[in-house]
């Protein structure tokens, strides 16, 4: 018996990348801050509310905009500006929670991973 499952057709699979694993992860570890900041950084009622809600606000977004197969397909700078502003929103939470190198270091791989993805999809 084969490992390898027989090809269904009409349906093509795009190849993944470890860039395309990197920013899956990136997604991951900015919904996983903002929950943990929401429930850190606020008091008690608005920690569930912001706990909750920066996460699934979040996810909204990715889905509408940035996912494989978005619901509202934009311009490709339209498209990096939202993704920028989820990577500048993590930032600031992770920096508000006085964790500035931890911001920074996120900042990082994400935008780089971001650049090199937009530079990926635009050739």
Do not use: C, K
């Amino acid at each position: 018996m084969s490992s390898d499952p027989a090809p269904v057709p009409g349906v093509e699979r795009p190849a993944l990348s470890a860039l395309d694993i990197v920013r899956a992860v990136v997604l991951v570890v900015a919904v996983a801050s903002l929950a943990l900041w929401g429930f850190a950084a606020w008091a008690f009622p608005w920690n569930i509310v912001v706990g909750i809600g920066a996460p699934v606000l979040v996810l909204l977004v990715w889905a509408l905009f940035l996912s494989p197969r978005p619901v509202l397909r934009v311009h490709p700078f339209l498209r990096a500006a939202v993704e920028l502003l989820i990577y500048v929103g993590v930032t600031i939470a992770w920096w508000s929670m006085g964790q500035a190198l931890i911001g920074t270091a996120f900042a990082l791989v994400a935008v780089i991973a971001g650049v090199l993805s937009g530079r990926r999809a635009l050739s």
